[in-house]
């Protein structure tokens, strides 16, 4: 969906407007950090699952009207919210998690921070929306330092072919959320927005549910504890209904321009809270990851000059 323009608010609402921008950065963040923080503890699929399914009750109360009155319009869309759950809630949840087993936070948040420009390559190849050579050149920049990123900056880890199959799971899940986010935005909805999430959420759990219940014959069960049930209720809470409503409301206020300073906050938080929380070490070739990976969101995103 195209991003709304702002609507003209008071002082008070802008200054909300950059906390939550801020804490979005953060709450997003915090997907990155207790992915890796639970990965040895709670099986992937079933904490995807549970994510998302209490997300969807969060968001009930909001839309359960609206997606009861164009009920009709949901089951028409069904093979576009089955495909978008799959995506978003399926893959950008239980391959990330997957992913956080073999891999560090920093990795994930540098990595994911490349959707973005996978974004409008994807609108390239997909729908034939025109790239201009700035653009081409931020793609390449941020792929570049994806690249560096998932090599551990060695030349030799490309030429013996030995990746971690953490990062190639984060981005498989980056590449998924890219095309989630083309196909959203290309795909026509007579469904009102929190209403489509809320279906599109429901096919993400038609998507996973036969993973989750293979699951505990080929890994492990679902454990019940305070502990579990604590971290699936943060992450449908924080990254889950929290980020997602943050995020409507700083563009809603601030338009797409400042709003788009999440993408690079996210991965500067997840790196730093990784450092101080999770004991992670930060490499050179982070830092050679961020010098490629914001320039390159910076170049590939920045607004072109009205003609």
Not at 30 to 57: H, I, K, Q, Y
Not at 209 to 222: D, N, S
Not at 254 to 265: D, E, K, N, R
Request: with cysteine; hydrophobic share 55%.
């Amino acid at each position: 969906m195209s991003a709304p323009e702002p609507k003209p608010a008071s002082g008070n609402e802008r200054l909300l407007a950059y906390v939550l921008l801020v804490a979005t950065a953060l709450m997003f963040a915090a997907n990155m950090l207790t992915a890796r923080a639970t990965s040895d503890e709670l099986p992937p699929v079933a904490l995807a699952f549970w994510r998302w399914a209490g997300a969807l009750v969060l968001l009930l109360p909001f839309c359960a009207t609206s997606l009861w009155r164009h009920r009709y319009a949901a089951l028409a869309e069904w093979r576009d919210m089955l495909l978008l759950g799959a995506l978003g809630m399926g893959i950008c949840g239980a391959v990330v998690y997957m992913g956080a087993a073999t891999t560090s936070a920093t990795n994930i948040g540098l990595i994911y921070a490349a959707s973005p420009v996978l974004i409008i390559l994807f609108a390239r190849l997909f729908y034939g929306e025109r790239m201009n050579a700035r653009q081409m050149l931020g793609v390449a920049l941020s792929l570049a330092g994806v690249l560096v990123v998932i090599a551990r900056g060695q030349l030799q880890t490309f030429l013996a072919v030995r990746f971690t199959i953490g990062d190639l799971l984060i981005l498989a899940a980056a590449i998924a959320w890219a095309v989630y986010s083309v196909v959203l935005k290309h795909r026509p909805s007579a469904l009102p927005p929190t209403a489509r999430l809320a279906a599109i959420t429901i096919g993400g759990l038609v998507s996973l549910l036969p993973f989750v219940l293979a699951e505990p014959f080929v890994y492990k069960p679902y454990p019940l504890s305070w502990h579990s049930i604590g971290v699936a209720a943060f992450l449908a809470l924080v990254p889950g209904f929290g980020a997602y409503q943050a995020y409507g409301y700083v563009q809603r206020h601030l338009g797409a321009g400042p709003t788009g300073l999440i993408m690079y906050m996210s991965p500067l938080f997840t790196g730093l809270l990784g450092f101080l929380l999770l004991g992670e070490d930060l490499r050179p070739y982070h830092l050679a990851g961020v010098l490629l990976v914001l320039p390159g969101i910076f170049l590939a995103t920045r607004p072109g000059r009205p003609k």
